[in-house]
């Protein structure tokens, strides 16, 4: 088995800002004005929505070949539903999370249109972002200083 374990660290900036970092990359999260925020990137929500995007696209363009698919171009719109009473607490029956996830991928190709839906279905069941989706437990612990 080849586990490898990817590592962030987030560090609150003040208001309802984040900054996470990984490898020395660095990206910050906030939220709408109307949340709170600042309106000057994505919240978190929509990272995580960006993150299921930027893995099937990923996952398309490194199995491409191996599909017999001239991937010329690639796109995928991601959209996500959430009941904000259910996080911010003003309807206890609400699920806090998204409710449901959704994409069109956009495969711009002249190769024939089975290459391209064994491609498609290779990505649904091999994307790691995809795949976590479907759960995995989550646990964690606290320090106080």
């Not at 020395?24 to 929509?46: C, L, Q, R, W, Y």
Request: include cysteine.
């Amino acid at each position: 088995m080849a586990l490898e374990t990817s590592k962030v660290e987030v560090n609150w900036k003040g208001g309802v800002v984040a900054e996470a970092t990984a490898r020395g990359f660095k990206v910050i999260m906030d939220e709408p004005i109307e949340d709170g925020g600042t309106a000057t990137s994505m919240h978190p929500v929509e990272m995580m929505l960006s993150a299921l995007g930027g893995c099937m696209t990923i996952v398309a363009s490194m199995f491409a070949s191996k599909f017999r698919v001239d991937l010329k171009d690639i796109s995928i719109e991601v959209e996500g539903d959430i009941d904000s009473d259910g996080f911010l607490g003003k309807n206890p029956d609400a699920r806090i999370g998204l409710t449901e996830i959704r994409y069109k991928m956009n495969i711009v190709s002249d190769s024939p249109e089975k290459n391209i839906k064994r491609l498609h279905d290779f990505v649904e069941s091999h994307c790691p972002v995809k795949d976590t989706l479907k759960g995995v437990n989550v646990s964690g612990t606290y320090t106080v200083q």
